[in-house]
């Protein structure tokens, strides 16, 4: 069974920086392109970034610029650098593969920014 756990979130002030860190269960991560999502309060989730098995890296227009995926393969890891944070960044994030995510997800990590 996939597992997939999400970690480094925090209160942070708008302008702020955070990285996330997503460990994984097993090969997953060299084996798939992996993305973190996001859902905030009322809307639906998300896909934020991704990144391929070969590196490539794609972004959300409103996150381009600020954010940046990267993975570890060695580790399973998968990492999301976020800088230049708004307060319409507040969501809990999540990682999960990309662009079709697995059937099960983490318990993602909270993330708010203050104004």
Same mark, same amino acid.
């Given at each position: ?7 480094? +979130?925090?209160?942070? @002030? /708008?302008? *702020?920086?955070? &990285?996330?860190?997503? =460990? #994984?269960?097993? %090969?997953?991560?060299?084996? $798939?392109?992996? +993305?973190?999502?996001? @859902? /905030?309060? *009322?809307?639906? &989730?998300?896909?934020? =970034? #991704?990144?391929? %098995?070969?590196?490539?890296? $794609? ?11 990267? &993975? ?44």
């Amino acid at each position: 069974q996939v597992q997939l756990v999400e970690s480094g +979130g925090g209160l942070v @002030q /708008a302008g *702020g920086s955070l &990285r996330l860190s997503c =460990a #994984a269960s097993g %090969s997953i991560v060299r084996r $798939n392109a992996m +993305g973190w999502y996001r @859902q /905030a309060p *009322g809307r639906q &989730r998300e896909l934020v =970034a #991704a990144i391929t %098995s070969g590196g490539n890296t $794609n972004y959300a227009d409103f996150v381009k610029g600020r954010f940046t995926i990267s &993975r570890d393969n060695a580790k399973n890891t998968v990492y999301l650098q976020m800088n230049s944070l708004k307060p319409e960044d507040t969501a809990v994030y999540y990682c999960n593969a990309a662009p079709r995510a697995f059937g099960s997800w983490g318990q993602g990590t909270q993330v708010t920014v203050s104004s």
